[in-house]
């Protein structure tokens, strides 16, 4: 299926010239080693691919025999894989290379070599297990993969037009109109509840049959399971809990992760790390509170308030309704038509979360709490910088919204308390574009714009 980071790739191949080794780094099962064997097969005359979770310890061995007999080390790996390939001519995929950390560390040589280009895929990359023993070569450039994003799975259903009219109309600040709206908000749903998984989209796109994107997903969640046991070390019970707890954490009206659900006695600087593995892993996307809406976010980051969205909705949603061990059809279904009998907030701040990280943005939300005076009491979803910075108005405040009635009483209170730092603000809701009082009212599908 095409994918946006081919594109990156390509513009890599074309300025390094073999100066550098790229690698890809990502959740499990978001579509890397497909990409890399792809971009591998249509842009070089031939490519000899490892894939580490595969390769004999004899392969795995020869990094630590030959680093200083590049010739040996190139030979073997071409007679064992039964390739020659051709000097600048051709690639070497290391796969999945953070099950074999000592051929990571040998790219500062193989790129000094100069005959063939190297590319790398990992997950769970710069897990402490997978560096402690190495030094990081600085020859490697990496390119960060997510999950399928709103445009590509509308690429895999066909549909190559609606994207770019929808970019069109964010442009002009323009609505796309009954009908449109309709289509996208259908489409943008679709996508929601499948979630950005390329197995998952691939086996709708096969079947049009939910129970099988169902069980695809619980595969992957199975995985990432399987994944805490095997890398978090010490930690995996808190890990675990962390990640068995985000469902009832965002359904939670201001979606903060309280600890005290994991123990009475439970303390950030207990779970820190916990978080740290599970946003390292690119299984969850953490939200940090920024203390003032100001253009230091980072600078205001509170490390011990923040909230945990999962990586990607589709497995939210699998992780979250699988009370019998797998979601019904009949909850898709209902999803889909926007009428489950829930709050689908959750949902809704989930995926906008998930477009913020895909489009660039770190996440911080801002939440203030006073006894004293109503007026300082607010909670806004999150705040994004602006690409130009300016003397003033840096900072976006953005509200997400589900349904069709709400009430935005925190925007308007940052607005006027903080009218100097801030620039446009955003209400991301299922209704079409429009612009009232000063607040621009975005559609969900424009979110990739921002």
């Known amino acids: 299926m095409k994918r946006k ?14 100066t550098s080794a790229i690698i890809i780094e990502g959740a499990r099962r978001i579509g890397k080693s497909y990409i890399v064997e792809e971009f591998a097969r249509n842009e070089y005359d031939d490519y000899l691919l490892i894939n580490f979770r595969q390769a004999p310890d004899e392969v795995k061995s020869w990094f630590n025999l030959y680093l200083e007999d590049l010739d040996k080390l190139l030979l073997n790996l071409q007679l064992h ?6 000097p600048r001519r051709s690639t070497i995929i290391f796969d999945e290379v953070q099950d074999c950390p000592r051929a990571r560390e040998a790219i500062k040589f193989l790129v000094a070599d100069g005959r063939f280009d190297y590319l790398e895929t990992g997950s769970l990359i710069s897990i402490k297990k997978n560096v402690k023993d190495i030094v990081i070569p600085s020859e490697e450039e990496t390119l960060e993969m997510y999950p399928m994003d709103f445009e590509e799975f509308l690429w895999a259903m066909g549909n190559e037009t609606l994207m770019p009219f929808i970019k069109d109309c964010f442009e002009k600040q323009a609505s796309l109109g009954q009908a449109l709206h309709r289509k996208a908000m259908d489409l943008f749903r679709l996508y929601m509840v499948i979630g950005g998984m390329p197995q998952a989209v691939l086996r709708y796109i096969e079947t049009k049959d939910f129970r099988k994107v169902e069980a695809v997903k619980r595969q992957i969640l199975t995985l990432y399971r399987n994944d805490i046991h095997k890398y978090a070390d010490n930690a995996e019970a808190k ?12 359904q939670k009206h201001e979606k903060k992760f309280r600890l005290s659900a ?13 978080f740290f593995w599970l946003d390292d892993a690119r299984i969850v996307n953490c939200c940090y509170n920024a203390t003032e809406p100001s253009v230091g976010l980072r600078l205001n980051e509170s490390r011990t308030t923040l909230k945990c969205y999962l990586a990607d909705t589709g497995l939210l949603i699998s992780h979250t309704f699988n009370e019998r061990g797998s979601v019904p059809v009949e909850l898709y279904q209902k999803l889909i038509l926007g009428k489950l009998e829930t709050n689908e907030g959750m949902l809704v701040e989930n995926i906008v979360a998930q477009m913020l990280v895909v489009a660039g943005h770190k996440l911080f939300f801002y939440s203030k709490s006073s006894n004293e005076n109503a007026e300082d009491r607010m909670e806004i979803d999150f705040l994004i910088r602006k690409s130009k910075i300016t003397n003033r108005h840096n900072i976006s405040p953005i509200e997400v919204k589900s349904g069709k009635r ?19 603000a955003y209400i991301i809701h299922d209704g079409d574009f429009k612009i009232d009082r000063g607040i621009v009212f975005l559609p969900l599908y424009m979110t990739p714009f921002l």
Not at 8 to 15: D, G
Not at 81 to 86: I, M, T, V
């Open 5 to 18: 980071i081919y594109r990156q790739l390509q513009e890599w191949k074309e300025t390094s010239n073999g």
């Open 81 to 86: 894989y039964n390739k020659q390939l051709k």
């Open 239 to 250: 890990v675990t809990a962390i990640f068995d707890e985000i469902p009832g954490q965002l």
């Open 262 to 274: 994991l123990g009475a006695d439970a303390r950030m600087r207990d779970f820190d790390d916990a």
């Open 406 to 424: 709400y009430s935005y009483t925190s925007l308007t209170k940052c607005m006027n308390k903080y009218d100097k730092y801030l620039s446009t």
